[in-house]
């Protein structure tokens, strides 16, 4: 069997010990990988790489166009960007896609009550108020600019019916807030139906972001998948985390044209590293 050779960084914290986890099951099911590793983290980032990663790394992910990594710590301090948002960034991953569902042996207050969930969330990935443009005002006033543009929104939105025909869902749903920003969220749930017009074997459908957050914790089991702008899928997609036991088993891929991330949600969790104690589900 031909091998898939990918790019691997261990991350920081506890990001190597739940790597080795994972790459102990992929041997054990004989995956059909390579990996090709590489150096990215707050330890290249102190070593002077402003990105996070060394050129090395850049130049492997952009020959194996898929980057399998832990989570990594952002050096704390004004001015540094999160390496992972830099990685989003600078390989053009417009769509994250995050897959929540009941897991056996996992008790949750819905398991419990014999309720399954199986939703995905797809979120935009670079736009939004995570372009970081900030400035303050006044010294009383900080502003922050919240960029949506049409393309991006037809990136995400289009990944977002693609992956409900893969995973056989019926219903793509939009979550926003476009009644209140009326050109921004606005023009994101325009587009979704524009893009709706060329998948009429799904259903469309919207829902104010607040009203979906009550509906997700009351009952889940009515959503398949759900696209949102950046902020909004952030926060909507930890809620999702926790219906299903919390953030260690909440995966994510990052997809863009030409290169894909895969990588944990959660943190690097300094407090419990080198004690073999993390969770390497997600």
């Not at 091998?3 to 986890?21: F, L, N």
């Not at 509906?215 to 959503?223: M, S, T, Y």
């Amino acid at each position: 069997m031909t091998k898939i050779k990918i790019s691997v960084a261990k991350g920081d914290g506890i990001g190597p010990e739940i790597m080795d986890a994972v790459l102990s099951v992929f041997a054990a099911a004989q995956v059909p990988l390579e990996y090709e590793f590489v150096s990215m983290g707050k330890g290249v980032y102190d070593l002077g790489y402003t990105t996070g990663m060394t050129d090395e790394a850049k130049q492997s992910v952009e020959s194996t166009g898929i980057l399998f990594k832990g989570p990594m710590e952002t050096p704390k301090g004004g001015g540094v960007k999160s390496i992972n948002v830099t990685a989003r960034k600078t390989w053009n991953t417009h769509s994250n896609i995050r897959k929540f569902q009941t897991i056996k042996g996992v008790d949750t207050v819905f398991s419990k009550a014999g309720i399954s969930i199986n939703l995905t969330i797809v979120r935009e990935n670079i736009e939004d108020t995570y372009g970081g443009i900030e400035h303050y005002m006044t010294k009383d006033v900080a502003v922050s600019r919240r960029i949506i543009s049409r393309p991006g929104s037809e990136q995400v939105i289009r990944s977002a019916f693609e992956t409900a025909l893969k995973e056989g869902y019926t219903t793509v749903t939009c979550g926003h807030k476009a009644n209140i920003m009326k050109l921004t969220d606005g023009m994101f749930l325009d587009t979704f139906y524009e893009i709706a017009k060329e998948y009429p074997q799904l259903h469309a459908e919207d829902i104010i972001v607040d009203a979906l957050c009550m509906k997700l914790v009351c009952a889940p089991q009515q959503f398949e998948c759900i696209v949102l702008t950046n902020l909004q899928g952030d926060i909507v997609s930890d809620l999702c985390a926790g219906l299903v036991g919390g953030l260690g088993f909440a995966p994510s891929a990052n997809i863009g044209d030409h290169i894909k991330i895969f990588e944990a949600v959660h943190g690097t969790a300094p407090d419990i590293a080198g004690q073999n104690k993390a969770n390497p589900t997600s």
